[in-house]
């Protein structure tokens, strides 16, 4: 199987799952579903990804998104990850979670048009709680997700060029260096403060605006060992 049709083989099952895990909404009903893994193919003539950014866990489903996801579901008997592609489209296109990470990779590796895997630890997004604010993941809900996944994607990747991988948080990158090390020897990765979390990540570039050139002190590239 080639490397597209085993992302989008992946894409398929995070799509269809169906599991309540603790402090997370799963509810397809309401049009949220698991998300934020997404491919994106810049350039179709590589046989590679530049880059896999690992993210803690998508964002809270915007009214516009919920609705065109269940505008989709009562057209088409089938909704799968060709949908939900076509929903995350403009998403990573213009959300500054992505256009953020993606300046910062234009000027790291020096390319304009990347193949980035965007990924999350776990694919679905937080409960809130009664005062509208987001539930910590439970460590029990990381590691489900890690195993049933992320671990997963990556083992696809040690069959082909490894990408380099950007860690996104402490959260992100504590998690897989106590729990998931070992699939990810060999990759070589920056941890890098959160993009929209973090008023620090614009501090990688000169100007703050993320337009300007990089900082010459940017962190350390590292591999796992």
């Known amino acids: 199987m080639s490397l597209n049709k085993s992302l989008n083989s992946i894409g398929d099952e995070i799509t269809a799952c169906r599991f309540r895990c603790k402090a997370i909404m799963n509810d397809v009903e309401k049009g949220i579903y698991p998300r934020c893994f997404y491919p994106e193919i810049c350039n179709e003539k590589l046989k590679y990804f530049d880059s896999i950014v690992i993210g803690l866990n998508q964002g809270i489903a915007t009214p516009l998104e919920r609705a065109f996801i269940k505008y989709i579901q009562s057209h088409k008997s089938n909704f799968g990850f060709e949908y939900i592609k076509i929903v995350m489209e403009p998403i990573i296109r213009n959300c500054d979670y992505y256009t953020r990470v993606r300046a910062f990779l234009n000027k790291y590796l020096e390319k304009k ?16 709680d009664d005062m509208g604010g987001k539930l910590p993941i439970e460590l029990d809900t990381k590691k489900k997700c890690f195993e049933k996944f992320l671990k997963r994607e990556i083992e696809i990747f040690t069959k082909y060029q490894k990408p ?62």
């Open 113 to 128: 048009d990347l193949n980035i895997l965007w990924t999350e630890l776990v694919k679905c997004q937080s409960r809130l």
């Open 164 to 225: 380099l991988l950007i860690l996104l948080g402490k959260e992100v990158f504590d998690f897989i260096k106590k729990y998931g090390k070992e699939q990810f020897v060999g990759f070589e990765y920056l941890k890098l403060y959160h993009p929209t979390g973090s008023r620090k990540f614009h501090s990688y570039f000169e100007d703050k605006n993320i337009k300007g050139k990089l900082i010459s002190h940017i962190p350390m590239k590292e591999k796992f060992i």
